[in-house]
């Protein structure tokens, strides 16, 4: 089954002890991206990648990491996490980037299902 | 930063009937539009999706229009079933994807 598959699901910690939100999909999509979605906002971009070893910087990406060492693989780090990073993320895929700097071209993404996270 | 999707908060409908969800955008670049279905904890599901190119595109039980004069995308389900209660949002790619917050659908029994 094509999925996108995010873990944990569920998180509380507390402020400054370092997590990492894994991201794997299994459909060989060029694009991956993280988000956050917080109550009256929508979904807001936190990072992305056009292809392996290749991430940049989306609208919201203080306070976090991410890499692309492998193709299916695309994990969220927070190093020092703080309260206002309390969210449900999400990390989403694509296939055939385009050189579009910024886009993920006109496919639309796959999502997984959420990791909520609370940082106390 | 602009904003996408002036959505109406929430919709209930009879079961049987037809829903409309619409969704207005401020940038008349954007070339790719998306409808999402997001369940309660669960993730954004893809619906359907139109390119700037096109007025009108079906799917199944479901329409997408888009006028792009008065940037304005609508949703439209056809024959509203409790399992197409959910929040649906519209998402436009400018140089990214830029995403509404969303219509809450209520299909009443």
């Known amino acids: 089954e094509a999925q996108v598959t995010q873990n944990p699901r569920y998180l509380i910690t507390v402020t400054g002890k370092k997590l990492t939100v894994t991201c794997s999909q299994n459909?060989?999509?060029?694009?991956m991206s993280w988000y956050r979605q917080d109550p009256g906002l929508g979904l807001r971009q936190i990072y992305y990648s056009m292809n392996v070893e290749v991430t940049d910087k989306g609208d919201v990406p203080e306070g976090y990491k991410v890499s692309r060492k492998e193709k299916r693989n695309f994990p969220l780090i927070l190093e020092s996490p703080s309260p206002n990073q309390t969210s449900l993320y999400f990390c989403?895929?694509?296939?055939?980037?385009?050189?579009?700097?910024?886009?993920?071209?006109?496919?639309?993404?796959?999502f997984g299902d959420g990791t909520r996270l609370s940082i106390l | 930063g602009e904003s996408v999707g002036l959505h109406l908060p929430t919709l209930s409908v009879q079961e049987g009937d037809n829903s409309i969800i619409n969704c207005a955008y401020s940038?008349?670049?954007?070339?790719?539009f998306i409808w999402y279905k997001q369940e309660s904890g669960k993730g954004p599901q893809f619906i359907i999706d139109i390119r700037s190119n096109m007025d009108k595109r079906q799917g199944q039980r479901v329409t997408v229009l888009l006028n792009k004069t008065v940037k304005h995308l609508s949703l439209q389900i056809a024959a509203t079933q409790p399992g197409d209660s959910a929040v649906y949002f519209c998402?436009?790619?400018?140089?990214?994807?830029?995403f509404g917050t969303g219509t809450s659908l209520t299909v009443i029994p």
């Open positions: 989403a895929s694509s296939q055939r980037a385009t050189t579009d700097p910024t886009g993920g071209g006109n496919q639309p993404q796959h």
């Open positions: 940038n008349s670049a954007s070339d790719y």
């Open positions: 998402a436009e790619k400018r140089l990214g994807f830029y």
């Open positions: 459909m060989n999509h060029e694009y």
